[in-house]
């Protein structure tokens, strides 16, 4: 059984930052692509990011790249979304996911395993 925790979220002023992590309770870490997406309010669910196990080769939405960077520390279990430059159209419920590969996921905006999510609320 796998279980996802996330933390990091909160209110930040418009170009700020923030940290997201995830740690990752259960089955072997090293095996899964991990994965990063939101839900805004009175918005349906997207893809942020992703990330491969094997080669950490990384996936980002177009709407992110530039701002976002997602890693992976697989000592720790832990998947982290790094948030440069906030805009008030990043908030949203930040969610982890994993599934077992980081383009899969990139593609069909879904994940095997989900967090409950953390808030994210930017300010203008």
């Known amino acids: 059984q796998v279980q996802l925790v996330e933390s990091g979220g909160g209110l930040v002023q418009a170009g700020g930052s923030l940290r997201l992590s995830c740690v990752f309770f259960g089955r072997t870490f090293g095996s899964y692509a991990m994965g990063w997406f939101r839900q805004a309010p009175r918005k349906e669910r997207e893809f942020v990011a992703s990330i491969n196990w094997r080669d950490e080769s990384t996936y980002y939405a177009d709407s992110v790249k530039g701002r976002f960077t997602i890693s992976r520390d697989n000592a720790k279990n832990t998947v982290y979304l790094q948030i440069a430059n906030l805009k008030p159209e990043d908030t949203a419920v930040y969610y982890c996911?994993?599934?077992?590969?980081?383009?899969?996921?990139?593609?069909?905006?879904?994940?095997?395993?989900w967090g409950k999510g953390t808030l994210v609320t930017v300010s203008s």
């Open positions: 996911a994993a599934s077992l590969r980081a383009d899969e996921m990139a593609k069909s905006g879904r994940g095997d395993y």
